[in-house]
C-alpha cells in the first residue's frame, strides 16, 4: 500500500465509495479507500439495511439528496445488473390525523419537484395485494422510489473509482490519525503509514471512534432496530422475481416492509431505543457474524408482529426465517453529519447517511472539498452546526434516542424539543418565567414563544383565531404583543443571539473578503450584510459593527451561530494576524424597540444604523441602533452579569410607559411584514443576494470578495426569478412554511415564511417565484394539506415602506 496520498478515506461503505466515485469523476487522482472489514460487504449498516428509498422529507435538502441517489443508482450497473429496484413507494394511514400527514407529505412532494399521489384504500390494495384495505384511510404513493441494492451499488461505484485511480484497501484497521499545528499530516494503519493532509471519515456506526483519533467530536450514536424475514407466504407461491410490490411504511406503528420474492421483510422502530455505544460494537475479527447486527431480540418484536399481521393478514402463521437487529446512526436532530471540522483542518466529516441519501452525500461531500460549495444548501447537515453542549456523550445519548422515537413521528413544525432543556438560560430567565414565559427551544436556549401576562392586552382585539393543527404553539397572545410593540414599546429577550468578536491586524482584511458590503467604514457604524460562498449563495446574514480601527464586532442568530462561527475561521489565512473569539455567552442581549423606545432609555436617538456605549441605571452597555422589527429602538449588549439588573432598570422605566415583554412569536411577524429576511427560510446558499432583495447590501465595486465574480454572472445573465410577498384574501387562512405556489397545476415555489401581519391585517408568505409570476398584482394560489387558498403578489414592505419609523 502506497505511504502517501492526496486523500484517505475512512469506510468504504456505501457512502466512502459514493464520495470516492464523485471526487474521481471531479478529476481528482491519489485517493486511499481503506476499509477495516470486507469491501463492498463491509459488515455495516450499508450490508445489513434492507435498502428501501423514500424520497419523501420535510427537508428540501434531504429530498434532493435522495432525488439525486436514486438518479445514481438508476444508472449503475454492476456486471449487467441494476443497483435499484424503481418498485416505488406507499406509506398508509390507519389514523385520521395520520391521513391528514399524507395530505402534508404531498405537499412537501410537490414543493421539491417530486412525482407522488395520494390513493384512495381500494387504489393502494391494488399497488400491494396482500394488505387489508379495510385497515386503511388511503395511501401515499412516489412512484420513483424504490429498493437500492446498495453492496451492489458500492462495488459498481468502487469499480468506477477504481479505472479512474483510487485505491481501495480491505481488512485496512485504521489505529490513529496524526494531527500537527491544527491540521491532519498522516494515517496510521495496520498495514502501514499513510501521509495525507487530507481525511474524509464515512466509517458509519464507528464513526466516533476515529474522529476521536483526531481530537474531533462526531455527535451521532448508533441505535439497534429489529429487521424479520418471513418464511415463503403462500399468496406470493411461485414468485421468483426478488421484489415485485412497492415499499411500504406503517407509521402509525412505526414499522417498514418489503418484498423477497415469494417472502416478506418487517422492519420495526416499535420499540424502546438500544443504545450501543460505538466502543461496544464488536470488531470485525470479534464479531461472529456481520458487526453491525446484534442479536435479535423478540421481546421487542412482538407488538410490531401483531401491528403486521393485522395491516398484512398473510404474514399470519407465517414463521421467521432470520432476525437481528440491525444498528444505524442517530444525530442529535436527526440529519445527517457533512463537513470540514472547525478544530482539524484537512479533516472531513460524511456521517450518519442513510443508504436513501448516500449518493447524493458522496456528490455533495465531494463538491465541498473540490470547489467549497455544493449543489444543495447543506446548513441543516453542516457538521459545525451544533453548540458545544451538543456534542456531550449525555446529550448525544439522549437525543439519539428521542430521534429513534420520532422516526416515523407526525411533527410540527413549531414542535419543541422535550430534552434535555434548561441548559442555556438567559439571566433574565427568572423574570422571564415570572411573566408567564412559555419556552421553547434553540441550540440550547430557553426562549420564550409569548408571555401569559400578556393576555390582559387582548380584550378588543378581532384577528383571526386558529383551530387545529395550526393552532398547536401559537397564541393570540403573539398579536397582542405584536401590537404592543408597533404602538408602545417592547423587551425581547436577544441573548441568544451568536456574537462573535474579530480582531487584530488581519480582522478588516478578513471581513472585506467574507463580505458582500463593505466593511471598511467609521468606527461606530453597523454594516448589514451577507457572506456568500464561490457560487453567490448566501452562506451567513449577519450585522457587523466596528468597534474601533481593528476590532469588530458580528451579530447574528442563535441557530446559525455555529456555522457562521466555523465559516469566518475557515477563511482567516495562517499569516493574518487575526482573532475570531465567540462572546456569546459573556454578553446578554435585549432588544428595546417601539415609539416610546428613547423614552425609556432616556436618550436620544442616534442614527440608525451606529453603536455607542451608554450607562444604563450604573450599568456599561453598547447600543446598537438597529432593528429586526421595524421600529425605532436599540440592540442593547451588556456583560452577562449585569443582565438581571439590566432588565429590571428597563422595566422599571417602561411601566408607566406600557411596556411588553415579547416573545418570538411576535419577533416573526414583527419581522415579516416589514419584509425582514430570515436565514434559512428566505436566505441561504440555494439563493443569492439580487434574487433575495438583498442587492442594497452589496457593493461590488468595494474591490474582491468571495461570490463577487458569481454575481457579475447573475448580473449580466439577468434575474430568472425573485424573493416575493403574497397575501392572502382569506384573512382567516393560515400555512405554516414549504407549502407549493401554485399557476393552476404548474408548481411555481413554495412557502419560506408565513405568519399574520397584525398590523397590515393580511396574512404574509413569502416564496421565490419565476420572474414572469413576479410581478406586483400576480395572482397564484397556495396549497394548505389538499385545500388551496389564492394568493397576490404584494408590493413590499406591507408596513412603512419608507421606513420613517426605524429613524424617529
Not at 461570490?707 to 387562512?733: H, I, M, N, W
Not at 396574512?763 to 413576479?774: G, T, W
Amino acid at each position: 500500500m502506497q505511504s502517501r496520498a492526496r486523500l484517505v478515506i475512512i469506510g468504504a461503505g456505501i457512502v466512502g465509495t459514493s464520495a470516492a466515485y464523485h471526487l474521481t469523476r471531479l478529476g481528482w487522482r491519489d485517493i486511499v479507500v481503506v476499509e477495516q472489514g470486507p469491501l463492498h460487504d463491509t459488515g455495516g449498516s450499508s450490508s445489513h439495511a434492507p435498502g428501501l428509498v423514500f424520497q419523501t422529507n420535510p427537508s428540501r435538502t434531504v429530498t434532493e439528496l435522495a432525488k439525486y441517489t436514486v438518479k445514481l443508482y438508476g444508472e449503475l450497473q454492476l456486471d449487467g445488473a441494476p443497483c435499484f429496484d424503481p418498485v416505488g413507494s406507499v406509506e398508509v394511514a390507519t389514523t385520521p390525523e395520520r391521513l391528514e400527514e399524507l395530505k402534508r407529505r404531498l405537499g412537501f412532494a410537490r414543493s421539491w419537484g417530486l412525482e407522488a399521489e395520494l390513493l384512495a384504500p381500494r387504489e393502494t390494495r391494488e399497488k400491494i395485494p396482500i394488505l387489508d384495505e379495510g385497515k386503511i384511510l388511503g395511501g401515499y404513493h412516489v412512484p420513483g422510489d424504490g429498493l437500492a441494492r446498495a453492496v451492489r451499488a458500492a462495488e459498481a461505484m468502487t469499480r468506477e473509482a477504481e479505472s479512474r485511480g483510487a485505491s481501495f484497501h480491505a481488512h485496512c484497521r485504521v489505529t490513529g490519525i496524526e494531527v500537527v499545528g491544527g491540521r491532519v499530516r498522516a494515517v496510521a494503519t495496520s498495514r502501514g503509514r499513510i501521509e495525507t493532509d487530507q481525511v474524509l471519515v464515512s466509517a458509519g456506526i464507528w464513526g466516533p471512534l476515529v474522529g476521536l483519533m483526531a481530537g474531533v467530536s462526531i455527535p451521532l450514536m448508533p441505535v439497534q432496530h429489529i429487521y424479520a424475514r418471513t418464511t415463503p407466504l403462500s399468496e406470493l407461491a411461485g414468485e421468483t422475481r426478488e421484489i415485485v410490490h412497492p415499499v411500504l411504511r406503517h407509521q402509525d406503528r412505526s414499522m417498514y416492509f418489503r418484498q423477497h420474492a415469494d417472502a416478506y421483510g418487517i422492519g420495526s422502530y416499535r420499540h424502546e431505543p438500544l443504545l450501543l455505544e460505538a466502543a461496544a460494537i464488536p470488531s470485525h475479527e470479534a464479531a461472529a457474524g456481520s458487526p453491525a447486527q446484534m442479536a435479535f431480540t423478540p421481546e421487542h418484536f412482538a407488538a410490531a408482529h401483531a401491528a403486521a399481521v393485522e395491516l398484512l393478514p398473510a404474514l399470519r402463521g407465517a414463521d421467521l426465517l432470520g432476525a437481528f437487529n440491525g444498528l444505524f446512526s442517530f444525530t442529535p436532530d436527526g440529519f445527517p453529519l457533512l463537513g470540514e471540522s472547525p478544530d482539524v483542518r484537512g479533516l472531513w466529516v460524511a456521517e450518519a447517511i442513510w443508504i436513501t441519501h448516500a449518493g447524493g452525500a458522496g456528490r455533495a461531500i465531494a463538491e465541498l472539498m473540490h470547489e467549497g460549495t455544493a449543489w444543495v444548501d447543506l446548513r441543516e447537515c453542516d457538521l459545525n452546526r451544533f453548540p458545544a453542549h451538543a456534542h456531550t456523550p449525555a446529550y448525544v445519548r439522549v437525543r439519539g434516542a428521542q430521534q429513534y422515537r420520532e422516526v416515523y413521528d407526525v411533527i410540527h413544525p413549531l414542535e419543541p424539543i422535550e430534552a434535555p432543556r434548561n441548559l442555556r438560560r438567559s439571566p433574565f430567565h427568572a423574570r422571564l418565567e415570572a411573566l408567564g414565559g412559555v419556552f421553547f427551544e434553540s441550540a440550547g436556549w430557553e426562549r420564550p414563544r409569548w408571555f401569559t401576562a400578556n393576555e390582559k392586552l387582548l380584550p378588543g382585539r378581532t384577528w383571526p383565531s386558529r383551530t387545529g393543527w395550526e393552532s398547536r404553539h401559537w397564541s393570540p397572545i403573539q398579536g397582542a404583543e405584536h401590537v404592543a410593540t408597533r404602538e408602545r414599546v417592547g423587551l425581547f429577550d436577544l441573548t441568544s443571539f451568536t456574537k462573535i468578536e474579530v480582531s487584530g491586524a488581519g480582522a478588516l482584511p478578513l471581513l472585506e473578503r467574507l463580505c458582500a458590503n463593505r466593511i471598511d467604514r467609521p468606527v461606530g457604524t453597523i454594516v448589514y450584510t451577507s457572506m456568500l460562498n464561490e457560487r453567490g449563495g448566501i452562506v451567513c446574514d449577519l450585522t457587523v459593527t466596528r468597534l474601533g480601527s481593528d476590532r469588530f464586532l458580528v451579530v447574528t442568530g442563535g441557530a446559525s451561530g455555529m456555522l457562521d462561527l466555523a465559516w469566518i475561521r475557515r477563511h482567516a489565512r495562517d499569516d493574518e494576524r487575526v482573532h475570531v473569539a465567540d462572546l456569546t455567552s459573556a454578553y446578554c442581549a435585549l432588544g428595546l424597540w417601539g415609539p416610546l423606545a428613547p423614552q425609556v432609555l432616556r436618550a436620544d436617538a442616534s442614527p440608525y444604523f451606529t453603536a455607542r456605549r451608554l450607562a444604563i441605571g450604573g450599568i456599561p452597555a453598547l447600543a446598537l441602533r438597529v432593528s429586526y422589527v421595524g421600529e425605532a429602538g436599540w440592540e442593547l449588549y451588556c456583560p452577562t452579569e449585569y443582565g438581571a439588573a439590566l432588565w429590571d432598570a428597563l422595566w422599571t422605566a417602561g411601566r408607566p410607559l406600557g411596556i411588553a415583554a415579547v416573545g418570538a412569536g411576535a419577533f416573526d411577524s414583527l419581522r415579516l411584514e416589514k419584509g425582514y429576511r430570515l436565514w434559512g427560510a428566505e436566505v441561504h446558499t440555494d439563493y443569492h443576494p439580487y434574487e433575495a432583495g438583498l442587492g442594497f447590501a452589496v457593493k461590488v465595486d468595494k474591490g474582491d470578495f468571495i461570490g463577487r465574480d458569481a454575481l457579475a454572472r447573475v448580473s449580466a445573465q439577468g434575474l430568472r426569478r425573485k424573493l416575493c410577498c403574497l397575501t392572502f384574501e382569506d384573512r382567516a387562512a393560515v400555512v405554516l412554511g414549504k407549502e407549493p405556489v401554485l399557476d393552476g397545476e404548474a408548481v411555481l415555489g413554495h412557502v419560506t415564511s408565513a405568519n399574520f401581519g397584525y398590523s397590515v391585517e393580511r396574512f404574509i408568505a413569502y416564496a421565490y417565484l419565476p420572474i414572469e409570476h413576479a410581478g406586483v398584482g400576480s395572482r397564484v394560489e397556495v396549497e394548505y394539506f389538499g385545500r388551496r387558498y389564492p394568493a397576490t403578489v404584494s408590493d413590499e414592505p406591507l408596513y412603512d415602506p419608507k421606513g420613517r419609523r426605524l429613524r424617529e
